[in-house]
């Protein structure tokens, strides 16, 4: 089955800077590639995804990156702020299917 | 906003008693998942369905059964809690279909077994 790895377990910025978390999956036929925010104590929310047919969509500070050809996908936090402190999970699946396989989270510091 | 909702929100058991985790979903979403998680593993995948009376199993579904009497609820029943089944659970509904695949959380259950 798909094994999604992601790269950084932690991860800290300075209030301003850019956070980059990597994932590699292994799987050519995912296709479809949400990520989601975990803040303390509470449960995940989505906050961006990106499809197999475009390689990069934006959602105001967030950047989704993906590259087919290695098997791997990135979210970009611009300017980050100590708001977007919390864990970050990447995860994918076959577009059209149900079953999610998530990486084992990224916890970012935004360091004011 | 789509709701799902878990009771209890903290539970503690006894090793080899029955623990019932329940989750309701007011999304009429067809699918619902149960995902544990642990530090060193993020969430891994116990049971799902894809509707009313349907139960499939995920990655780690020993030590676990499911229930989905409605399209609302979805129980993750465990009948011999082990120490080992101590973690957060999460459970999660979704849409079917393209462009309808986004995942809404509820809040989690801390479960600890002693």
């Known amino acids: 089955g798909e094994k999604v790895e992601q790269h950084e377990s932690t991860l800290s910025v300075r209030e301003g800077d850019s956070a980059v978390i990597n994932c590699t999956y292994t799987?050519?036929?995912?296709?479809?590639f949400p990520w989601y925010k975990q803040e303390a104590g509470k449960g995940l929310h989505f906050v961006i995804d990106i499809r197999s047919n475009v390689d990069r969509k934006q959602s105001q500070r967030l950047i989704v990156l993906l590259d087919k050809k290695a098997k791997r996908f990135s979210l970009h936090i611009t300017a980050t702020q100590p708001e977007d402190s919390a864990i970050y999970f990447c995860?994918?699946?076959?577009?059209?299917?149900?079953?999610?396989?998530f990486g084992k989270g990224t916890s970012l510091t935004v360091i004011p | 906003e789509a709701a799902v909702t878990q009771s209890p929100r903290n539970k503690v058991a006894v090793t080899g008693g029955k623990v019932t985790l329940s989750c309701n979903q007011t999304n009429n979403h067809n699918n619902m998942y149960w995902y544990r998680q642990d530090t060193g593993h993020g969430l891994r995948l116990i049971h799902y369905s894809y509707g009313a009376g349907s139960t499939e199993k995920g990655d780690i579904p020993d030590g676990y059964k499911a229930s989905r009497p409605s399209q609302e609820n979805f129980s993750l029943i465990l009948e011999l809690a082990t120490p080992s089944q101590t973690s957060v659970y999460f459970c999660?509904?979704?849409?079917?279909?393209?462009?309808?695949?986004?995942?809404?959380f509820g809040h989690g259950t801390k479960l600890s077994v002693l």
């Open positions: 799987d050519t036929a995912s296709s479809y």
């Open positions: 999660a509904s979704g849409g079917v279909g393209f462009s309808n695949e986004r995942l809404f």
């Open positions: 995860a994918a699946s076959v577009a059209g299917y149900q079953n999610f396989y």
